[in-house]
């Protein structure tokens, strides 16, 4: 690697070099090189390699998965940086698989109860939103989870303009082996934004214990504005929280 000199600096390619401007503003030369895709899938040397790669894959393509799952949430409630976050997630259930040697360790065979409490969104999380804790209930056959009686007004973090809001609680059921998955969706209608007490919600969905499925539960809050009475999502991505409470 060389550092270009004179007052002309170059970007591309010119021949085998490569001519760039890095991360310090200096413009930089480099022969072009690298070790071939062949030689990576072939050599023993680069086995250790092939084994990262191979988990890297692995991960990658489960957290698109489970991000296709929960598509309702994904695009309400998202930061701008899901995908990055659940698939680093992912690649530490894909470390903890028990099981399989290294280079063919699974998502589904590791400890996928990792995602309890995963945020959607990384700039409204559910407690800056709700200032009051949710309250979860479980047993073989359901998963109930229970808002606690708020005042909007004072219980919930909200934008300017916004005048309604919603609970929704999200089944995922995903087989991750047989690449299959659907969801589910319980609601409640959006309610008024005031100072006003309003009754506990709760929200339950069953576990239909279908062999090979694993159960995500996701709760989300939405908002909504008003127009001529007319109820409208905000279209405020980094304003709606949505969390995984429930992995069973």
């Keep these: 690697m060389a550092k270009q000199a004179g007052y002309i600096k170059l970007e591309g390619t010119m021949g085998d070099l490569s001519f760039y401007k890095n991360r310090d503003g200096k413009f930089i030369a480099r022969r072009k090189g690298g070790v071939s895709k062949k030689r990576i899938l072939t050599d023993p040397k680069y086995q250790r390699t092939r084994e990262n790669l191979a988990e890297f894959a692995a991960a990658a393509s489960s957290a698109k998965f489970l991000k296709n799952a929960f598509r309702e ?3 309400k409630s998202n930061g701008g940086k899901l995908h990055n976050r659940l698939y680093s997630l992912a690649m530490k ?7 399989s040697v290294r280079g063919e360790r699974k998502f589904e065979l590791g400890d996928m109860t990792m995602l309890r409490g995963f945020e959607f969104s990384e700039k409204a999380t559910l407690e800056n939103v709700l200032k009051i804790q949710p309250e979860k209930a479980e047993d073989e056959g359901s ?22 809001y919603r609970f929704s609680l999200i089944r995922a059921a995903v087989d991750f082996a047989q690449k299959t998955y659907k ?9 008024p934004i005031n100072s006003l007490p309003t009754p506990a919600v709760s929200l339950t969905l069953p576990k239909p214990g279908i062999a090979g499925e694993t159960y995500f539960f996701a709760l989300a809050l939405e908002f909504f504005l008003d127009v001529n009475e007319t109820r409208y999502d905000s279209r405020d991505v980094s304003q709606n929280p949505a969390v995984i409470l429930a992995v069973s």
Excluded: A, H, R
């Design 93 to 99: 259930v894909v470390k903890s698989d028990p099981v």
């Design 73 to 75: 949430i994904e695009i």
């Design 143 to 164: 998963f109930t989870v229970t808002i606690p009686q708020i005042v909007p007004t004072t219980n919930l973090v909200y934008s300017d303009g916004t005048e309604f």
């Design 183 to 191: 969801s589910e969706t319980i609601g409640i209608e959006p309610l």
